[in-house]
């Protein structure tokens, strides 16, 4: 019998996410097999919350449909334990069935007007300021403890219902009492307490998440954590996704996050970051678990039939290359289409087979990603995709086409997590605050190189426009606009063939900086943006905006003489004057990039980097060959052993759609900068060394073939 704590031990997971018919129609035996065959160590089974699985002492919990006189969340608990499976009770707190609102009316969201709020018909919005939280959930979760004794508690809506306003007694009272203002009346961001009110709310949630731990800790011993269910850790919208990592960072044993799927704006290496983020915040040995579909949801919501394998196995190896436990989601206990059983079954024997080189280990990288979830409030706002995801796509898109290893970072983890690190970048993050920017000068001002863009560092921390920009007097930049310009879509321009406004270009100023290699038998690159109108007296113009002109028709698509270039700059280039680099891009190319996937536009972000962080020489490894891959360098064992998780999406981005083969890849030459010796290097799914040979710089390999993914270890 394991010893251990749950979370130290159970990497592989299945969620059943019961149906009401479920009593009636599944069969248990089907699930022991599926745990067995998979090596299933732990399960996410319904309890409570919404529709209850066993016969509850509460008059308020509603039991599902087909339940009769069963105890099915207890038949299932007692199967799991005799596999040797941890259990999760998971609940689903958001909402509640007539009869409960009936009862306690004041325990529910209201609208403006008092009226109850309703997900669908008959169900209604609990508030997470009410007592069906301190009180209802509190019993049951006593209730389960007592009964079924559970690891730990997950939940469906870890935060309570959100998308909106409530304006229920207790959101009045509480608001009233925290900040001393009346409630918004809209959804507004020229409206100050809007802005007040959407902090606070977070606060709320963050408040509700500590109470419902202390409440399984105290019933069930301090293991028996709530995990809750973050949203995806780069979803930036502004009322949908209120829960900010940052905040729960203190509960660290385990948490679990809602990325079932691959969507349209999502790529592979958006679960891969995830993974990577989240131990950035909350910590290398924390457990991470990841709702995983086996259904589709492209490019409608298509749940009970099996997703393509590739599709789901692919996003599974992302999730791991991240550092997140494999596990598979279902909806319902019965599976018509049995292919979805077999969904992830290779990954899980995959992991098994390599699990001593997927955990405690470290990543290697000295460039910091930035993200910052105040930005995606108060600069996304309602259009986050354009404002914020999409220039953290484009850079993160720049990273992987060159093979450059990073670590995502919080902005409020500069400070902290920065030491190590030689280059932050940061893509349009508008908003920062004064924490934050004077992390940033000391890290500058401690020899790190900074790349930034757009609207960076021009909006407080509730998304004011600055009298001043802190990081654009550090160097030298002076910015003509006081506020961030709207993002211009440079999609759809043959629709409007009339409108050429972004029909523009830059024109390379230093054709022989090191930014652009590879551009050498150009003069101008396309822009397709509307650049800050930016000076600088201690950086170097290295590009220059030219004005748009016609796109059509042919005959009057030329630059008029005098307009071939203006003197305003593009990108500006320099040393810091303490010892590091700094990169500004005026124009939004990593928007662009995000946007479009133009190879120019990456390989001059790429360019950009590498130039920022001090050269090629300066990156812990470098891989060359064909092919599209994902490639993170972990150490394990105090850097004694180094692994290599290397990903081939060759072929695989275009969405919608899923995978439906994989195209071999290779040779790849992978250089390794280490002033460590080391003996071998071993391929795990070739199952074979590969050749190596150690120099006084590192270790170089050749790794002939790379068909899905490849896991090198190196000791």
């Known amino acids: 019998m394991e010893k251990r704590p749950w979370y130290q031990w159970a990497h592989r997971w299945n969620q059943i996410n019961l149906s009401e018919t479920d009593p009636r129609d ?253 131990h950035e915040i909350f910590g290398e040995e924390t457990l991470v678990l990841e709702s995983v579909a086996t259904y589709t949801l492209a490019p409608n919501m298509v749940r009970k039939s099996a997703n393509t394998p590739g599709e789901t196995e692919c996003w599974m190896e992302a999730a791991l290359q991240g550092g997140i436990s494999p596990s598979t989601h279902f909806i319902g206990g019965v599976q018509e289409d049995q292919r979805a059983l077999e969904n992830g079954a290779r990954i899980f024997r995959w992991e098994r087979e390599n699990e001593d080189y997927l955990y405690h280990r470290t990543p290697i990288a000295n460039i910091g990603l930035v993200r910052s979830f105040a930005n995606g409030c108060y600069y996304g706002r309602e259009q986050t995709y354009g404002r914020v995801e999409m220039p953290q796509k484009g850079m993160l898109a720049a990273l992987k086409r060159g093979r450059i290893p990073y670590r995502p970072l919080d902005a409020r983890q500069i400070g902290e997590k920065s030491e190590d690190l030689r280059l932050l970048i940061l893509p349009e993050i508008a908003v920062l605050s004064d924490r934050e920017l004077a992390d940033l000068e000391r890290f500058v001002r401690a020899g790190g190189s900074v790349l930034y863009t757009g609207a960076t560092g021009m909006l407080d921390d509730l998304g004011y426009p600055r009298e001043r920009c802190p990081l654009d007097e550090l160097f030298g930049i002076e910015r003509e606009e006081r506020e961030p310009i709207e993002p211009a879509s440079s999609t759809g321009a043959l629709d409007q063939l009339g409108d050429y406004s972004l029909h523009n270009y830059i024109r390379i100023a230093e054709p022989r900086h090191p930014i652009f290699r590879g551009f050498e038998r150009t003069t101008i690159l396309g822009l397709h943006s509307l650049p800050y109108h930016v000076r600088s007296k201690r950086l170097i113009d290295i590009a220059h905006r030219v004005p748009s002109f016609p796109t059509y028709p042919p005959e009057a698509s030329f630059m008029e003489d005098g307009e071939h270039v203006t003197d305003e700059p593009a990108i500006l280039a320099g040393e810091t004057g303490f010892g590091g680099r700094v990169v500004y891009f005026a124009a939004d190319y990593d928007r662009k990039y995000g946007e479009t996937s133009f190879g120019d536009y990456g390989d001059l972000l790429k360019n950009a980097i590498v130039w920022a962080l001090g050269g090629e020489e300066r990156l812990p490894m470098t891989v060359e060959g064909p092919g599209e891959l994902s490639c993170v360098l972990y150490a394990q064992q105090e850097g004694a052993r180094l692994v290599l998780q290397l990903l081939n999406h060759s072929g695989l981005g275009r969405w919608p759609g899923s995978i439906e083969e994989f195209y071999p890849v290779g040779p790849e030459r992978i250089f390794i900068r280490t002033d460590r010796t080391f003996r071998q290097a071993y391929a795990r799914n070739l199952g074979r060394p590969l050749p190596f040979r150690q120099t006084e710089e590192g270790v170089l390999l050749l790794l002939e073939t790379l068909c899905d993914q490849e896991l090198i270890v190196i000791e």
């Open 26 to 278: 599944c069969d248990i035996a089907v699930w022991r097999r599926y745990w067995r065959e998979n090596g299933i160590q732990g399960t996410i089974l319904n309890a409570a919350g919404t529709v209850g699985y066993y016969p509850s002492e509460s008059p308020y919990q509603y039991r599902a449909r087909y339940l009769g006189g069963q105890d099915y969340f207890g038949e299932l608990c007692k199967a799991a334990r005799e596999e040797g499976l941890a259990v999760l009770a998971r609940i689903d707190s958001n909402q509640a069935v007539d009869a409960l609102y009936e009862a306690r009316p004041e325990w529910f969201c209201r609208d403006r007007a008092g009226q109850p709020l309703r997900q669908t018909p008959g169900r209604y919005y609990t508030c997470i300021n009410g007592g069906y939280y301190t009180e209802h959930l509190a019993s049951l979760i006593e209730e389960i403890v007592r009964r079924y004794h559970p690891d730990a508690f997950a939940d469906n809506t870890a935060t309570g219902a959100r998308g909106f306003i409530c304006y229920c007694d207790n959101c009045r009272r509480k608001f009233k009492e925290d900040t001393g203002l009346e409630l918004p009346q809209a959804v507004d961001f020229e409206d100050r307490t809007f802005r007040i009110w959407l902090r606070w709310n977070q606060r709320c949630r963050a408040e509700r998440y500590a109470a419902l731990n202390e409440v399984t800790t105290r019933y069930g011993g301090e293991d028996c954590i709530y995990i809750g269910m973050f949203k995806d850790a780069y979803s930036q919208g502004i009322l949908e996704r209120v829960m900010d990592e940052v905040d729960y960072a203190p509960f660290n044993k385990a948490i679990m996050v809602d990325g079932q799927i691959r969507m349209a704006r999502s790529s592979f290496d958006n679960n891969t970051m995830q993974g990577l983020l989240l």
